[in-house]
């Protein structure tokens, strides 16, 4: 064991570059999925065992020796989480229980495995540069594909409603593909606006934006058209102060100007001007009519396995009805089941779905509910503290530091960790979803590293 420990130290930064390159092999491995090529979970969950081996050979023995405490120990609850779902949930489907375990786990791991990575490689200054840019690439891949799928009309459509519009391009989940161009938006404004390029690079990059946003708006969801707002808003605020201050990057705020205006322009004629007005009449509607009816009484528990009528366990507001977006009836069904779990399901966690009667799981894809359904009260515990500890770190930096590490490149890794963090909270897709999941563990540990090296200035 011993020698195993040490010649991984001599190797770790094999698996560091190994890491780093793999950011560019996202969109690809989603790419092949659509097209039938069930490659990318398998190579994705490769990063447990391999992150596995980086803690273990970590040059840090404090970092080495409690990351693999917590790792054996979420293995381990894991394993007790799927045994109490074979054993108390019927029907049951053991790939889908280990298939939401791995998913999450997958998360996790690679949480603590860039945070690791971006701390001992900080006073290597060149990452800075190659992370941004690897997120351009996968961010125009994502939005030329897109493109190309609009052309041919070919596009996967974002929602089952055919009122709504909007499509995902040749990637399966709309819900993903938002939370990925969110998230990958900041990283590319990094590379776009901060990181020096020619002048003819600079106009490629400008062209590549404006496919961005335009990829942005047409899938119709509300994470990406806010991040495409949020960003573009902060882009051009940091831009006017700098160009005041230092007299320079008066074009590049005039052109960001431009971009942010002609979003504001178009968005009521596209998918997602449609969805949002949609949206808030379909809310509108449910609350009114549940207004005028009378409150339905939670079902009795009836026969054994037997659950209540989906949306006819709650009430609901008009801002919850907008909150859940369509997902009211799967979180009142699933709470249903939590209520009449019992306590060793509370606490270990119902799995992927609860106590489902139907022949398929379906999850509230809203992630934190999800894990607190599926994983329970002490799962919850245990998944959030690695979030706990890197967001909490990362706060520690900012004020003791008195907020002198908020350069730009800090800045705007941070919303795209806001962005990802938000979409778990009301849009799922991201804590349990390998494809999503990667960029905010990504950006968590991106930013942990930043904000971890000596401060600078604010437009360096």
Known sequence: MQALTEKLKDNHHTFEKLFIFFILAQPFLDLLSYFGIPVSNPVRLLVIPIGALYMLGYPNRRWSRNTLIYM?????????????SMIWKDPVSAVGELTFILKTFFFITALLVYAMIFRHIGGNREWQVMVPKYLFINTSVVSL????????????????????????????????????????FCGAIIYYLFIKKSSFA??????LIAVMIWAMLTIGTKVAFGAALLVLGLAFIVLL????????????????????AVTI???????????????VDMANEKAAQQQEAEAPPIPA??????????????????????????????????????????VIQKAFGMGIG???????????????????????FIGTLILVLPLVFVIGSILVFIFKQRFRTLNATALFSGIGACIGLGAAFIAGHILSSPASGFYLALFLGFLYGLLKQKPGKFFQ
């Not at 102060?241 to 942010?260: D, H, S």
């Not at 106590?355 to 999800?370: Q, S, V």
């Open 72 to 84: 054996t120990l979420l293995a381990v609850y894991f394993a007790i989480n799927f045994g109490v």
């Open 145 to 184: 594909v897109m493109l190309l799928a609009e052309i041919t009309g070919t596009g996967k459509r974002s929602y089952d409603y055919l009122e709504k519009q909007g499509h995902s391009g040749w990637f399966f989940s709309g819900n993903e593909i938002s939370a990925i161009l969110g998230m990958g």
């Open 202 to 207: 600079q106009i490629i990059c400008t062209v």
């Open 241 to 260: 102060v700098q160009a005041i201050i230092e007299r320079r990057n008066f074009i590049q705020a005039g052109v960001v100007l431009v971009l942010l």
């Open 265 to 279: 322009l178009v968005s009521p004629e596209m998918p997602i001007g449609n969805n949002l007005g949609l949206s």
């Open 301 to 342: 528990e009836g026969e054994e396995g037997e659950a209540p009528p989906p949306g006819s366990v709650r009430q609901w507001s008009s801002w919850q009805l907008m909150a859940l977006n369509g997902r009211e009836e799967f979180f009142g069904t699933v709470l249903y089941y939590f209520e009449h779990a019992p």
């Open 354 to 376: 609860g106590n489902y009667t139907g022949e398929e799981p379906r999850i509230i894809e809203m992630d934190i509910l999800d894990w607190f359904f599926g994983f329970g």
